[in-house]
């Protein structure tokens, strides 16, 4: 049998015999007790106002607090000027004269309340909001490690690049040396054949002397007269010169600057990057996203008025700013809600950005259509993160997981594509339908692009006068071709392309001077009109605030069209 004093699976037991199980409590002194044993509890001295209750209701007797400055008196009142409990004997004395004194109760119910209401909002507010917090900088953690990976990658293979000239530029190198070693070599050996040759001839001569030496015949010792002097001039010494090699200066800087450099780290933070998000009261709605009505008029909010006499695009930075590039070489970084010029970088090539985006680390991305580059500006340095060959980059997105979306055109303006990239290698391609068709037109327009929510890939055609959605996998599901009747009766021109928090995708019909909304299916849903005139760009903030570019006007409008 289990001891009740230490089973901690056995029924609860008097504090005061161990042995009875516990039927009352006294609220005073925080005591379990059995009905034997209540009349020994208080009868002790250690407290003269025992509260004792059943065990069920403990804790239904306030436990008022001690007065500080009378001794064994309770405050049951308040005093709302001095902030403090207050018993009878002080409210009496001329200390809390002409002070407002409530009933300690309810000042104790007003106090839980707002604790109650403090402790909901950590719950449903703060609580989840640092839980997405942790989220975040895990999954910031997680980029930097994959980000950093490819780094080392690109190393690597820049390295391996380098190897392999050296590897040319030494056999190169060699093979000069064996041309050369062959050249001098046949020139001495051609001497040493000609040395030779002259021996040869020295030997003939001395054989014919001794014959003329050892003849009796006068005749031939007359006909044989000795030629040595042509053999007192001596051949030519031939002295090859050895070519020397002379090797460059290996400088651990200048070396590390043809080889690369990498850029300073930094660690940026924002005072206001987070925000706490409001959160539905029911379990339904704090399980799942908040829905958003459309609104059946949408307004202006803002008006940004860039200065670019022709406005292309838009890029959302934060709440507070944007980016906008139009054609020229500069891009522009503006306060929304001052309209003020806050920042300019200029591209590395002093190309017309052709598109631009923003990561989700904060840094901006731009396509120069002309370089074939995709570019990323961080810490105001630029570094060509992609160099196509044989096509070029048009429209650019930045991705849930952080990788990049880019649509791009051969340069014989006969193909063109849709391509994921994780840093700078590529991932994936998308081109074809399932029967081998092109997915999208090979049309010169540049084609926008965005991720929806449920990741399908979005891209506005204008060349075929479509929105041509497909899934994460690259296969299509479904084209959207525009909507009758349109506010000016225009044929379908779609731009700029955008999504929302409910999935909504949105389009500029610059022809039409209109946003069309549509489903994440392809279904129509309304128009956004504004007096627009000749939209272009669209990008949305972490509100759905919709940012248009007006392509003509040099203005970004900033509008409300979800309650």
């Not at 980016?323 to 001052?338: D, E």
């Amino acid at each position: 049998m289990m001891d009740p004093r230490t089973s901690a699976q056995d029924v609860m037991r008097c504090d005061l015999c161990e042995t009875a199980i516990v039927q009352m409590h006294c609220d005073t002194c925080f005591v379990n007790l059995c009905k034997a044993c209540v009349g020994e509890h208080i009868s002790t001295d250690e407290c003269e106002d025992h509260k004792v209750v059943k065990f069920q209701s403990k804790k239904s007797t306030p436990l008022y607090p001690g007065c500080t400055s009378h001794d064994k008196e309770r405050c049951e009142m308040y005093c709302d000027q001095c902030h403090i409990p207050v018993c009878i004997t002080c409210v009496a004395s001329d200390q809390h004269l002409g002070h407002k004194i409530l009933k300690i109760m309810q000042v104790l119910e007003e106090m839980k309340e707002k604790i109650t209401k403090e402790k909901n909002e950590l719950n449903e507010t703060i609580y989840p909001a640092y839980q997405d917090i942790v989220s975040d900088v895990q999954n910031r953690i997680s980029q930097l490690e994959k980000k950093y990976g490819d780094l080392l990658t690109v190393i690597t293979k820049h390295g391996e690049d380098w190897h392999r000239e050296i590897d040319k530029l030494v056999q190169k190198l060699k093979s000069e040396v064996e041309e050369m070693k062959t050249t001098q070599l046949h020139t001495l050996q051609k001497h040493l054949d000609e040395v030779n040759k002259k021996i040869s001839d020295i030997n003939d001569e001395i054989n014919s002397m001794d014959v003329a030496l050892d003849s009796n015949d006068m005749s031939k010792v007359f006909s044989r007269m000795p030629n040595v002097d042509e053999y007192k001039i001596l051949p030519q010494k031939i002295l090859p010169c050895l070519p020397k090699f002379t090797p460059g200066r290996i400088q651990g800087e200048e070396l590390c600057k043809l080889f690369g450099t990498l850029s300073s780290i930094s660690v940026r933070s924002e005072e206001h990057g987070y925000s706490i998000k409001k959160t539905q009261k029911s379990p339904e709605a704090a399980s799942s996203p908040v829905i958003k009505q459309l609104l059946d008029e949408p307004h202006i909010v803002t008006t940004i008025h860039t200065g670019y006499e022709n406005l292309y695009n838009v890029a959302c930075l934060s709440d507070e700013e944007i980016w906008t590039c139009g054609n020229n070489s500069t891009i522009k970084l503006f306060s929304i809600n001052q309209g003020s010029l806050l920042k300019s970088v200029r591209t590395k090539s002093g190309n017309w950005p052709t598109d631009l985006a923003v990561t989700n680390s904060g840094d901006l991305v731009y396509t120069d259509y002309r370089d074939r580059t995709v570019n990323i500006v961080e810490n105001e340095e630029i570094q060509t993160v992609i160099r196509l060959q044989n096509w070029k980059p048009r429209g650019v997105c930045s991705t849930s997981s952080g990788d990049l979306l880019v649509t791009m055109i051969s340069d014989d303006h006969k193909q063109s594509k849709v391509v994921h990239y994780s840093g700078s290698t590529e991932t994936q391609t998308i081109q074809f339908d399932d029967q081998g068709q092109p997915l999208y037109s090979s049309v010169y327009y540049i084609k926008y692009i965005s991720e929806n929510r449920n990741l399908d890939i979005c891209v506005a055609d204008c060349g075929v006068k479509a929105v041509v959605v497909v899934n994460q996998a690259g296969k299509l599901r479904f084209r959207y071709t525009g909507h009758t009747p349109t506010p000016k009766n225009k044929p379908f021109n779609p731009q700029g392309i955008t999504t929302d928090s409910q999935s909504h995708i949105l389009t500029a019909d610059k022809n039409n001077d209109c946003v069309h909304i549509i489903d994440q299916d392809g279904q129509f849903l309304r128009y956004i009109d504004c007096r627009l005139r000749s939209p272009w760009g669209l990008l949305l903030d972490t509100n759905d605030n919709l940012f248009i570019s007006q392509h003509r006007n040099k203005i970004v409008k900033k509008i409300k069209y979800q309650q």
